[in-house]
């Protein structure tokens, strides 16, 4: 069965101190991983897409990468404000829904 | 604004009273989606059109849930007497992806944009 696994449930940080969300994997036939963030009452924020192993992709303090098996957000020097709980998912074979972890909550105190 | 818009993005209902909810996608996609998501869970799959067509919709889905996109662009969703356990926060999302004609397997991956969300409270 597919499935998507994250970790840690929750995490605290100090500002500027830097760690990595871990999302674990179980499909077949990937197509792609995706990065959401989503903030209380909202909707999901795009963030990244990665297609295959090896792949790296970065947007400010975030950089997502991939393996077989797992994909890890690192977050450098985070500030308050990425304070969110963030959202992995993926798209196999030809199935267009997408299979949620159920996310980390990230929280950063100044 | 060009992203996806929902409305209203909260309601509040009592139980057995229908609700409607709307979604506007970004224009050139041509593919929306709806989601249920309840607190702490990731968004639940309800439903899926490409164009005007509902291509598949979720096992979990009962018959008092309906969804529509009659022109291909906005979209609603109908909740038929409502529950207490409907409450939840519903989301919209739309992508753009390719599909071959064939087999209707598609080119690429399939991001999706999701929208603020409708935040249903059934009393």
């Known amino acids: 069965e597919d499935q998507v696994t994250q970790s840690p449930e929750a995490l605290r940080l100090q500002e500027g101190e830097s760690s990595s969300l871990n999302c674990s994997y179980t499909?077949?036939?990937?197509?792609?991983l995706f990065w959401y963030r989503q903030d209380p009452g909202k909707g999901p924020e795009f963030l990244f897409t990665?297609?295959?192993?090896?792949e790296e992709k970065e947007k400010e303090r975030l950089k997502a990468t991939l393996t077989k098996k797992e994909s890890f957000l690192h977050i450098t020097a985070p500030k308050p404000e990425d304070s969110a709980t963030y959202l992995c998912?993926?798209?196999?074979?030809?199935?267009?829904?997408?299979?949620w972890g159920l996310g980390t909550s990230l929280a950063v105190n100044p | 604004d060009t992203g996806v818009s929902q409305d209203p993005r909260h309601k509040i209902t009592k139980r057995g009273q229908n609700v409607t909810f709307r979604c506007d996608p970004i224009?050139?996609?041509?593919?929306l989606y709806w989601y249920r998501q309840t607190l702490g869970q990731g968004p639940e799959f309800l439903t899926y059109?490409?164009?005007?067509?509902?291509?598949?919709k979720s096992r979990l889905l009962s018959d008092r849930f309906s969804a529509e996109r009659p022109k291909g662009s906005f979209s609603t969703l109908e909740i038929q007497r409502t529950e207490q356990g409907d409450s939840a926060m519903y989301l919209c999302?739309?992508?753009?992806?390719?599909?071959?004609?064939?087999?209707?397997?598609?080119?690429?991956?399939?991001?999706?944009?999701f929208g603020p969300g409708t935040r249903l409270t059934v009393l």
């Open positions: 999302a739309s992508s753009s992806a390719r599909e071959r004609t064939r087999d209707r397997s598609f080119f690429g991956t399939d991001t999706q944009y």
């Open positions: 224009s050139e996609h041509n593919r």
């Open positions: 059109f490409q164009n005007e067509a509902q291509l598949e």
């Open positions: 499909v077949s036939g990937l197509r792609g």
């Open positions: 990665l297609y295959s192993a090896g």
């Open positions: 998912a993926v798209q196999a074979g030809n199935n267009r829904k997408l299979i």
